[in-house]
């Protein structure tokens, strides 16, 4: 997601400098800066044990770019029959196949939302590949766009979990209500209505701290990431229950989140101006001091 203006920047930068942040709970390493072509990275995945498949958001050209786990840029493929609309999370199954949400929808006007299934295996040696597309749409919006109470159908996070893709929705709604759903498609080839699974509240500070930019899941946790925290739910029978959050550093533009098959949390952060970044951090818990320590 790209910040809308300079002066959007500079008000944003102004308006936090307002905030007392409270202490750290995290440990965030510093694994690598970005290449420059990367530095609006908006997905992030394990394709297997040891490499990292990512993506640039809107606007950029339909390429994925494959890291080892020093963050290192080893590999970089050109989709070719698709259009980066708005890509703004990847997935993957675990089996060698990847998923490209183009599920950015801003203004909430978007009717040709999808997701691109590409076959992954093979994929280091190859300079192109092509997709498939799983196209849907929300049963629940009416209206493109809706009113500005209602704008609840952008999406930055896409997760894969038992044979389906879970997405959860960015809020952008006018006054701003902390609300976050979580929609499922199915990862076959097709046109669906995605089904809505339940809903959350992130949080009442709007979009530059409760707006919910990437996901993940791995051994029955879901990790949503936020532009200062990890949010932790268990998944019980499709529902969500609230664990735990992992507070980061700094404000940053985060906006992609990987697990490891061990449960390394790995994040990433566009590269901006004002607000630095452009760069694959690895993140480890710190446990909360009580008041005496």
Same mark, same amino acid.
């Given at each position: 997601?790209?910040?809308?203006?300079?002066?959007?920047?500079?008000?944003?930068?102004?308006?936090?400098?307002?905030?007392?942040?409270?202490?750290?709970?995290?440990?965030?390493?510093?694994?690598?800066?970005?290449?420059?072509?990367?530095?609006? *990275?908006?997905?992030?995945?394990?394709?297997?044990?040891?490499?990292?498949?990512?993506?640039?958001?809107?606007?950029?050209?339909?390429?994925?770019?494959?890291?080892?786990?020093?963050?290192?840029?080893?590999?970089?493929?050109?989709?070719?029959?698709?259009?980066?609309?708005?890509?703004?999370? *990847?997935?993957?199954?675990?089996?060698?196949?990847?998923?490209?949400?183009?599920?950015?929808?801003?203004?909430?006007?978007?009717?040709?939302?999808?997701?691109?299934?590409?076959?992954?295996?093979?994929?280091?040696?190859?300079?192109?590949?092509?997709?498939?597309?799983?196209?849907?749409?929300?049963?629940?919006?009416?209206?493109?766009?809706?009113?500005?109470?209602?704008?609840?159908?952008?999406?930055?996070?896409?997760?894969?979990?038992?044979?389906?893709?879970?997405?959860?929705?960015?809020?952008?709604?006018?006054?701003?209500?902390?609300?976050?759903?979580?929609?499922?498609?199915?990862?076959?080839?097709?046109?669906?209505?995605?089904?809505?699974?339940?809903?959350?509240?992130?949080?009442?500070?709007?979009?530059?701290?409760?707006?919910?930019?990437?996901?993940?899941?791995?051994?029955?946790?879901?990790?949503?990431?936020?532009?200062?925290?990890?949010?932790?739910?268990?998944?019980?029978?499709?529902?969500?229950?609230?664990?735990?959050?992992?507070?980061?550093?700094?404000?940053?533009?985060?906006?992609?989140?990987?697990?490891?098959?061990?449960?390394?949390?790995?994040?990433?952060?566009?590269?901006?101006?004002?607000?630095?970044?452009?760069?694959?951090?690895?993140?480890?818990?710190?446990?909360?001091?009580?008041?005496?320590?």
């Amino acid at each position: 997601m790209k910040l809308r203006s300079n002066f959007s920047s500079f008000i944003f930068i102004v308006f936090l400098a307002g905030f007392p942040f409270s202490s750290v709970f995290a440990q965030r390493k510093t694994l690598a800066e970005l290449p420059k072509k990367l530095k609006e *990275i908006s997905g992030l995945a394990f394709l297997n044990d040891t490499v990292m498949v990512c993506m640039n958001d809107s606007g950029n050209d339909p390429e994925l770019f494959f890291l080892n786990l020093n963050g290192e840029q080893i590999h970089k493929v050109t989709v070719e029959n698709a259009t980066n609309r708005d890509w703004e999370d *990847i997935t993957t199954d675990g089996k060698g196949t990847i998923y490209v949400g183009d599920i950015g929808n801003n203004d909430n006007s978007r009717t040709d939302l999808c997701v691109y299934k590409i076959n992954g295996k093979g994929i280091l040696k190859k300079e192109t590949v092509k997709a498939e597309k799983i196209s849907f749409s929300y049963p629940d919006q009416k209206e493109f766009p809706p009113e500005l109470k209602n704008l609840h159908f952008d999406s930055e996070a896409m997760a894969f979990n038992n044979d389906s893709l879970y997405i959860y929705t960015k809020c952008r709604a006018e006054p701003w209500d902390g609300k976050c759903f979580c929609y499922v498609i199915p990862t076959k080839v097709g046109t669906y209505k995605a089904k809505k699974l339940s809903d959350l509240y992130i949080g009442k500070n709007g979009w530059w701290k409760d707006a919910v930019t990437g996901a993940e899941i791995r051994n029955k946790k879901c990790y949503l990431v936020t532009y200062n925290r990890i949010l932790i739910y268990t998944i019980q029978d499709d529902k969500l229950k609230y664990d735990r959050k992992i507070s980061l550093e700094t404000i940053s533009q985060y906006e992609s989140i990987a697990v490891s098959p061990t449960g390394k949390i790995y994040v990433a952060d566009e590269r901006n101006k004002l607000l630095g970044g452009g760069k694959i951090y690895i993140v480890k818990e710190k446990k909360e001091k009580k008041d005496g320590d």
